[in-house]
C-alpha cells in the first residue's frame, strides 16, 4: 500500500501548493479535486512528475449523478447536465493515470427509490462506459446513511452491489471509504470477498457520534485500521487516501505544511 492526500483535505490551498506540501511531507500519490485543477493539464502533469507524485482518487466538479444538498457542492440540477459534466471529467482525468475518478449516487431529493435507481443505473453505464474509452476506472462511492438526503441514497456495500449489477459497467468499480462503510454490517465479509472490485480508498475517521466533520484515521470511532488491515490480508494494495472534511476551526485551519504532516503520519500508521 502507498500514501496520498485527497486535496479537499486542505481545501484553503492551491493546487500548487497541496503539490509541494504533500510531496515534502511524505506522500507517495494526491487525490485530485477537479475544482483546484489549473486549466494546463499538461503543466499540471509535469509538476506532479517534478515532485514524484501519483494520483490516487480524483473527484471530479460534478461528483454525483443526482444533485447534492452539500451547501458549494450541490451543482446543476438537469441530471443530463450531470451526466454529460461527469463523463467530461472522466476524459480529463485520463490524462493524469488515476486510481479512479469517483461517483456518487447524490441524493433522493423528493422522487420514488425506483425512480432515482433508474437514473442512475443509466448514468453509470454510460459513465462507465466513457471510461472504459480512455482507461480510467470509476469508483462508485456508497455513502453513510447518516448522510442519506445529503449526499447518497445508496447506503451500504450490498445496495451499491445490486446498482452497479443492472448498470453492467465493467469500468465501475466500488469506492470504499472508511468513514461511510465503518459500520456497514457485512463490510468485513465483504472486504474479503470483494477486494479485487474495489478502485480506490477514502481513509478517514468518524470523531464522535454527535459530530459530522471527520478526523484522522486512527482518532475516531471507525475502526480504520482493522479495516486497512482487512483490506491487506485481501490483497487489496492501492493507495490509502486520507480525505479530512473539517471546519475551519479544526483541521482545515491548518496551515498546508502542517496539515499534510499530521495527515501522513496518520497513513504510515495504517501501513501494514
Given at each position: 500500500?502507498?500514501?496520498?492526500?485527497?486535496?479537499?483535505?486542505?481545501?484553503?490551498?492551491?493546487f500548487?501548493?497541496?503539490?509541494?506540501?504533500?510531496?515534502?511531507?511524505?506522500f507517495?500519490?494526491?487525490?485530485?479535486?477537479?475544482?483546484?485543477?489549473?486549466?494546463?493539464?499538461?503543466?499540471?502533469?509535469?509538476?506532479?512528475?517534478?515532485?514524484?507524485?501519483?494520483?490516487?482518487?480524483?473527484?471530479p466538479?460534478?461528483?454525483?449523478?443526482?444533485?447534492?444538498?452539500?451547501?458549494?457542492?450541490?451543482?446543476p440540477?438537469?441530471?443530463e447536465?450531470?451526466?454529460?459534466?461527469?463523463?467530461?471529467?472522466?476524459?480529463?482525468?485520463?490524462?493524469?493515470?488515476?486510481?479512479?475518478?469517483?461517483?456518487?449516487?447524490?441524493?433522493?431529493?423528493?422522487?420514488?427509490?425506483?425512480?432515482?435507481?433508474?437514473?442512475?443505473?443509466?448514468?453509470?453505464?454510460?459513465?462507465?462506459?466513457?471510461?472504459?474509452?480512455?482507461?480510467?476506472?470509476?469508483?462508485?462511492?456508497?455513502?453513510?446513511?447518516?448522510?442519506?438526503?445529503?449526499?447518497?441514497?445508496v447506503t451500504?456495500?450490498?445496495?451499491?452491489?445490486?446498482?452497479?449489477?443492472?448498470?453492467d459497467?465493467?469500468?465501475?468499480?466500488?469506492?470504499?471509504d472508511?468513514y461511510?462503510?465503518?459500520?456497514?454490517?457485512?463490510?468485513?465479509?465483504?472486504?474479503?470477498?470483494?477486494?479485487d472490485?474495489?478502485?480506490?480508498?477514502h481513509?478517514?475517521?468518524?470523531?464522535?457520534?454527535?459530530?459530522?466533520?471527520?478526523?484522522?484515521?486512527?482518532?475516531?470511532?471507525?475502526?480504520?485500521?482493522?479495516?486497512?488491515?482487512?483490506?491487506?490480508?485481501?490483497?487489496?494494495?492501492?493507495?490509502?487516501?486520507?480525505?479530512?472534511?473539517?471546519?475551519?476551526?479544526?483541521?482545515?485551519g491548518?496551515?498546508?505544511?502542517?496539515?499534510?504532516?499530521q495527515?501522513?503520519?496518520?497513513?504510515?500508521?495504517?501501513?501494514?
Amino acid at each position: 500500500m502507498i500514501t496520498s492526500l485527497s486535496e479537499i483535505s486542505t481545501i484553503g490551498a492551491t493546487f500548487a501548493e497541496d503539490v509541494e506540501a504533500y510531496a515534502a511531507a511524505g506522500f507517495d500519490a494526491i487525490g485530485l479535486w477537479e475544482f483546484k485543477l489549473p486549466e494546463d493539464d499538461a503543466a499540471n502533469i509535469a509538476l506532479l512528475d517534478e515532485h514524484g507524485l501519483g494520483v490516487a482518487v480524483c473527484i471530479p466538479t460534478v461528483p454525483s449523478v443526482l444533485p447534492l444538498a452539500i451547501p458549494g457542492m450541490e451543482g446543476p440540477d438537469d441530471v443530463e447536465e450531470r451526466i454529460r459534466s461527469l463523463e467530461a471529467s472522466v476524459r480529463r482525468f485520463a490524462a493524469y493515470d488515476p486510481a479512479c475518478v469517483a461517483c456518487l449516487s447524490g441524493p433522493l431529493g423528493g422522487r420514488a427509490e425506483d425512480e432515482g435507481t433508474a437514473i442512475v443505473v443509466e448514468a453509470l453505464s454510460r459513465v462507465g462506459a466513457a471510461a472504459a474509452m480512455v482507461g480510467v476506472r470509476v469508483g462508485f462511492e456508497p455513502i453513510h446513511s447518516a448522510q442519506l438526503d445529503e449526499a447518497g441514497f445508496v447506503t451500504t456495500l450490498a445496495h451499491a452491489d445490486a446498482v452497479l449489477a443492472e448498470a453492467d459497467a465493467p469500468a465501475v468499480g466500488i469506492l470504499f471509504d472508511t468513514y461511510h462503510l465503518w459500520d456497514d454490517p457485512d463490510v468485513l465479509g465483504w472486504i474479503a470477498a470483494n477486494a479485487d472490485r474495489i478502485v480506490g480508498v477514502h481513509v478517514a475517521d468518524w470523531p464522535s457520534p454527535d459530530r459530522g466533520d471527520r478526523v484522522l484515521p486512527g482518532e475516531g470511532i471507525c475502526r480504520v485500521r482493522e479495516l486497512v488491515a482487512a483490506l491487506a490480508a485481501a490483497g487489496w494494495d492501492g493507495a490509502l487516501d486520507v480525505e479530512i472534511f473539517s471546519t475551519p476551526e479544526r483541521f482545515w485551519g491548518l496551515p498546508v505544511d502542517e496539515a499534510a504532516r499530521q495527515a501522513h503520519a496518520a497513513a504510515v500508521a495504517l501501513l501494514p
